[in-house]
């Protein structure tokens, strides 16, 4: 019978490995193997001093906009995986992210985790629904899609890519995990202390604690500027991939 401790060791572990998607049962395939077949992002090579944030689950009607101010004052660009169940209520920030020149890409429509014995028309329905109104409001599409929680299996992917996306996850060591609300030093010093050229940085904009992510941004953003950092969209990051 396993100690107490060693047991909740044992249960943390497990719950870090599903919640990350790093593990899914259902799972054929390893990273490589994605990747080289352009099916999915994890993060992106190349020699430019490029890094991609993105912040999933909003708008949020409050924080949001703090988002966008920061990133306007820094001259920064980002990615935002939006929940299409949102979209109509929050129409005027969405559609100001496309004024701003950042990319809204596809994260669902009812926020719902697709491993779970999810019918397929469902995925399709969840993409389709949320790809239509970004459409709508935006005037514009994105090629990526990012499932909730990072989880994917072969379905998935392969549904994703028939409706014409790329799902798009984050580097490994650029997860904030700001949605545990974890503080600002942590998420400031996760995103500085691991900053690479052609990284992908998962944040979030509409979660409790989303005002840490603010606050954390406020020191973020400068510090990359001055380490010589360009802050560009997912899009913008997969052009200047090295070519193998």
């Known amino acids: 019978m396993l100690r107490p401790s060693r047991k909740w060791i044992i249960l943390l572990c497990c719950s870090i490995v599903i919640t990350t998607g790093f593990y899914n049962p259902s799972r054929k395939h390893d990273r490589k193997y994605y990747e080289s077949r352009g099916e999915i992002v994890w993060d992106v090579p190349t020699r430019e001093k490029l890094i991609a944030l993105t912040f999933d689950d909003g708008p949020n009607a409050r924080t949001t ?8 004052q820094y001259d920064a660009k980002a990615t935002f995986f939006v929940v299409g169940n949102r979209i109509d209520r929050f129409k005027k920030i969405i559609q100001r992210e496309a004024a701003e020149g950042h990319e809204v890409a596809n994260h669902t429509y009812n926020h719902i985790y697709l491993t779970r014995k999810v019918q397929k028309d469902t995925i399709r329905n969840e993409l389709m629904a949320t790809q239509q109104k970004i459409a709508a409001v935006t005037g514009q599409s994105s090629r990526w899609f990012r499932p909730p929680g990072g989880l994917y299996n072969e379905t998935v992917v392969k549904i994703a890519k028939e409706k014409g996306y790329t799902v798009a996850l984050w580097s490994w060591h650029q997860d ?13 010093s996760k995103v500085l202390n691991n900053a690479h050229s052609g990284d992908v940085v998962l944040m979030h904009d509409n979660v409790r604690g989303s005002t840490q992510t603010v606050r954390a941004l406020e020191r973020i953003l400068p510090e990359l500027q001055k380490r010589g950092f ?11 991939q090295i070519k193998k």
């Not at 906009?65 to 306007?72: H, N, R, S």
């Not at 904030?176 to 400031?188: A, H, L, M, N, Q």
């Open 65 to 72: 906009p703090l988002i966008l101010d920061l990133l306007k």
């Open 176 to 188: 904030t995990r700001d949605w545990s609300t974890p503080g600002v030093d942590k998420i400031v």
């Open 230 to 240: 360009h802050m560009v969209t997912l899009s913008e990051l997969a052009e200047h």
